[in-house]
């Protein structure tokens, strides 16, 4: 769990500034894959939670094995880049990348986050309510799609119940 303040730390590793976010986005595939299990929402359910008039108080809680990894560095390039078995060029200047790692099945599942989607998963995970997700989404990207985006976690079984906070 320490390693990437280690790898942070060591003056031979220190050109190597990608190193110390490589450990912790290997460090969270770890994590997720050994998380537990939990059963997921149904689409009927989340209607039903939609439907409610207290909606916009509504609360969601995420799968135990998402993780969030931030860099300032291209984390997600990186990573891909070292998966390719011929790789081409890396280029750094992409600059600050979120990955989110999680479990489906029994396989690690990752994506790469950006703008609205980051912000709105980064809120849910924190169990803010969804109108105030929805604002912090709509705030980094002015098109962010609810809907598409509430079904793709509920679809990869991200989405593991709800509540009403007041």
Not at 50 to 65: G, Q, V
Not at 73 to 92: G, V
Not at 96 to 116: F, I, P
């Amino acid at each position: 769990a320490d390693f990437a303040e280690f790898l942070a730390q060591v003056p031979e590793a220190s050109g190597l500034a990608y190193l110390p976010d490589v450990a912790r986005l290997e460090w969270a595939r770890q994590e997720s894959y050994l998380a537990a299990d939990m059963p997921t929402l149904s689409q009927a359910e989340l209607h039903t939670a939609l439907r409610d008039p207290e909606s916009p108080a509504l609360r969601f809680t995420l799968h135990p094995s998402i993780r969030l990894v931030n860099s300032i560095l291209p984390i997600w390039d990186i990573w891909m880049f070292s998966q390719k078995a011929a790789p081409e060029h890396l280029d750094f200047s992409s600059g600050r990348q979120t990955v989110m790692v999680w479990r489906d099945s029994n396989q690690l599942a990752m994506q790469l986050l950006v703008s609205g989607r980051r912000q709105f998963i980064t809120a849910l995970l924190t169990q803010a309510p969804l109108a105030a997700a929805y604002e912090q989404a709509m705030a980094a990207e002015a098109n962010f799609d609810l809907t598409a985006c509430l079904y793709e976690l509920l679809g990869a079984g991200l989405v593991t119940g709800f509540f009403i906070s007041r």
